[in-house]
């Protein structure tokens, strides 16, 4: 009978609470979302392999925390996630060593390397691209290890100037497409062919040289406080080639003035970067400019001086999305019964055509009243305008005294406005059902549903409804009604009107009792009419 | 002519005038007056009703709730769909602990469950354009003072195309000398066009 009221496989208790487990892990899922430390993971994608053990380490202990920056471009989502598995582990990789630098300083002990990448490299060629490079650089350099991972170009570079000098020559090249080339330069730890050259207590030596690196309280020219990696920043658009990625520091992107630089201090920034394009992005508009800003520092809430007007709105929002819509929800499987039954038989007499049935569903001193919505483009009266002078919408009903006459009180006064409202037809095949709050005096509910008028200059036309109901205990089990609020509109947006009115008796929950021949008529004739 | 004069206290009056500051047309999120950056629905207290639960409250004239009612759910529509598209975080101050939310269905319970769904809903542009409430009566609540607010109109979810929905609460009053706070104590969503999304 309500076949939209029952949830597949009937809705007991069990449901009740596996659904209550279910939403504990939707919850669950979604909540490590907010955990600061890593922005860039999603809960869906894989964890964040580094490479790097050691540097991983210091990430982990370090006041200054490189995770958040160091995401790795094997973590990247969207269009590189199917390379993502191709992701360099330094570890396992196989490529034979170089051989040029052993690793070691002149003077025995071990330099620091970094890792020098060019987004997009891909499209390179080697010998071109580090040509090109080294035209631009004021240092010369060695490039170390230099090989192609997912979509970028990178090489290693033992020395912190070297490095610097490398990062200065950022958005000074370009292709022969004309696209500005950018570098960008990351701390490595210990590369792996450096690994296979050392004994292991010089490793040792190198652990305790990183963890110096990782001190906060360094000189002015602080390497490891410079903007980092592509992968972090990328903001996934559909199609987007590379000439609209945004990374940090891509393009030659304008910043914020020092003022706002201050902001990012709690987020080990750093106010010490020379130059400026390391924190804003390049999108389009101010909205995802502060959205990708955020996926990246969760700790930012206030920019600009007021809170993030779209502090919901992260990156690509991999984990925002709309809960799947279900059917009709009851709290127990015998209050749902007992609201179904109350329906069909509260409608039944609603659609009697005398409706002076209804006194008996009524408390003496219930409210009802009626709506419709306020569209400020009709121009037309619509179907419902008969609807229209009972409508108490106090969004736009201002005055007190209708406000008060247009709230029907003590159940005489509500049959008698019923009584004169169209004559109807409703659909109970179509009601939907949301019992939304119960206590042990009170049981709330909305149908939403669909009726036909059956007489009048609109005979035939199909409108939609929304009631909610409020109704304690009554007699001999059943509802007694203390407040009634009906929302009626159109149903011409959504399109339906045609698939509507299939009553099929023979879907009738055995819960409720059967029709009665006089209801089994009523059914047939309406049937008959509904082709229209 | 207009009845309900004679049963407003001055300050039931002041009040009132001073919230016909929001009548416009269909609510848009735009800012509330002034001071009002806190997330909170505020009326005056009706007098006689700063009293506990378990004392019963006078009986005052039935419009009197009628107006209290009307008063107190514009300023919460007001306040809550301005405080879901722009300041989503602190929606849930509004609920109370142990509040429940029916979305489409689907059943959330508490104020964890809460931030959590919140939280989740991607961005939202919320337009009302139907809004309707009435007094709850006192043999389902028990006395405690509530209010039926019903919302209709559009939503536009980030990413999503644009529903019309429908909106339920009912907002339960908690009365000091000075002022009644309202909160959510139950809420039911539903996009009137579910079934096609």
């Given at each position: ?23 504990d ?6 909540s ?14 894989h ?19 490189y ?28 490529k ?26 891909i ?67 210990i ?7 050392l004994?292991?207590?010089?490793v ?21 406080r ?32 020092a ?8 987020i ?26 955020l ?12 809170q993030?007007?779209?502090?919901t ?16 929800f009851?709290?127990s ?44 483009e ?29 709230l029907?009180?003590?159940?005489l ?8 409202l169209p ?6 095949s ?12 009170m049981?709330?509910?909305?149908v ?34 203390v ?31 059967a ?5 089994q008529?009523?059914?047939q ?8 | ?9 001055q ?11 929001y ?12 001071d ?7 009326t ?27 008063r ?13 598209d ?13 509040a ?5 269905g689907n ?8 931030n ?8 939202s ?17 028990q ?29 339960t ?11 959510i ?13």
């Amino acid at each position: 009978m309500f076949p939209n009221s029952h949830l597949p496989g009937g809705h007991t208790d069990q449901v009740v609470q596996r659904r209550a487990r279910c939403w504990d892990i939707y919850q669950r899922r979604f909540s490590s979302r907010s955990e600061p430390v890593n922005p860039g993971m999603h809960s869906s994608s894989h964890q964040q392999q580094d490479g790097d053990a050691a540097m991983h380490g210091a990430h982990m202990d370090s006041p200054v925390r490189y995770t958040p920056y160091a995401i790795s471009p094997y973590n990247r989502k969207g269009s590189f996630r199917k390379q993502d598995q191709t992701h360099v582990n330094m570890e396992r990789e196989q490529k034979p060593p170089e051989r040029r630098m052993e690793g070691n300083m002149p003077d025995g002990t071990l330099g620091s390397w970094f890792k020098i990448t060019v987004p997009f490299g891909i499209k390179y060629n080697e010998k071109w691209l580090l040509n090109l490079i080294q035209n631009e650089c004021s240092v010369p350099f060695v490039p170390v290890e230099f090989h192609y991972e997912n979509m970028h170009a990178s090489f290693f570079v033992e020395n912190a100037s070297i490095a610097y000098a490398l990062k200065n020559v950022s958005g000074k090249i370009w292709d022969e497409d004309n696209e500005k080339i950018s570098i960008f330069v990351n701390p490595a730890g210990i590369p792996h062919f450096v690994h296979r050259e050392l004994k292991s207590e010089k490793v040792e030596q190198i652990k305790l040289a990183m963890n110096q690196q990782c001190d906060v309280s360094q000189e002015a020219l602080d390497i490891q406080r410079l903007p980092f990696y592509p992968g972090m920043a990328e903001k996934e658009t559909e199609g987007a080639g590379p000439s609209s990625c945004s990374f940090l520091g891509l393009r030659g992107s304008s910043v914020t003035s020092a003022g706002e630089m201050d902001k990012w201090k709690g987020i080990e920034l750093g106010e010490k970067c020379a130059d400026r394009s390391p924190v804003c992005t390049t999108f389009l508009d101010t909205s995802s400019n502060i959205n990708s800003i955020l996926e990246l520092f969760p700790k930012v809430l206030c920019l600009d001086g007021q809170q993030s007007p779209r502090a919901t709105l992260c990156g690509t929002e991999a984990h925002k999305r709309l809960p799947t819509c279900k059917g009709s929800f009851f709290g127990s499987e015998m209050l749902k019964n007992l609201v179904l039954q109350f329906l069909q038989q509260y409608y039944l007499i609603y659609d009697s055509g005398d409706r002076q049935g209804l006194l008996s569903a009524y408390h003496d001193e219930a409210c009802f009243s009626l709506s419709i919505p306020f569209n400020p483009e009709d121009s037309a009266p619509s179907r419902f305008c008969k609807f229209f002078k009972d409508s108490r919408n106090i969004k736009i009903l201002k005055d007190p005294y209708l406000r008060g006459e247009l709230l029907k009180h003590t159940k005489l006064d509500i049959v008698d406005s019923l009584s004169v409202l169209p004559k109807t037809q409703h659909d109970l095949s179509s009601f939907l059902v949301d019992m939304w709050y119960q206590t042990e005096w009170m049981l709330c509910f909305s149908v939403n549903g669909v009726f036909k008028e059956v007489e009048g200059q609109s005979q035939g036309s199909v409108l939609a409804f929304t009631r909610t109901f409020i109704a304690t205990p009554g007699s001999s089990s059943s509802l007694c009604i203390v407040n009634d609020e009906l929302f009626v509109r159109d149903t011409s947006h959504q399109g339906t009107q045609s698939a509507l009115f299939t009553l099929v008796p023979t879907a009738f929950s055995s819960s409720v009792p059967a029709f009665s021949q006089e209801q089994q008529k009523m059914v047939q004739v309406f049937s008959a009419q509904s082709g229209g | 002519m207009r009845k309900y004069r004679s049963h407003w206290s001055q300050g039931d009056r002041e009040g009132y005038q001073r919230r016909s500051n929001y009548y416009e047309g269909p609510h848009t999120s735009h800012s509330s007056p002034a001071d009002r950056t806190r997330e909170e629905v505020v009326t005056p207290t009706l007098p006689g009703h700063a009293a506990t639960r378990s004392q019963m409250a006078t009986s005052l004239d039935f419009k009197t709730y009628v107006d209290q009612a009307c008063r107190a759910a514009e300023e919460f529509v007001n306040i809550y769909y301005e405080t879901m598209d722009k300041r989503r975080r602190a929606l849930t101050r509004l609920y109370l602990d142990k509040a429940t939310l029916i979305w489409n269905g689907n059943a959330v319970s508490g104020l964890d469950a809460l931030n959590n769904f919140f939280d989740t809903l991607p961005s939202s542009e919320f337009q009302v354009n139907m809004l309707d409430c009435q007094p709850v009566h006192e043999q389902a609540t028990q006395s405690q003072t509530t209010v039926l607010v019903v919302t209709s109109g559009t939503v536009k979810f980030d990413g999503n195309k644009q529903h019309f929905f429908n909106q339920n609460f009912l907002l339960t009053a908690q009365s000091t000398p000075n002022n009644t706070v309202w909160k959510i104590a139950s809420d039911c969503f539903r996009f009137q066009d579910w079934s096609s999304s």
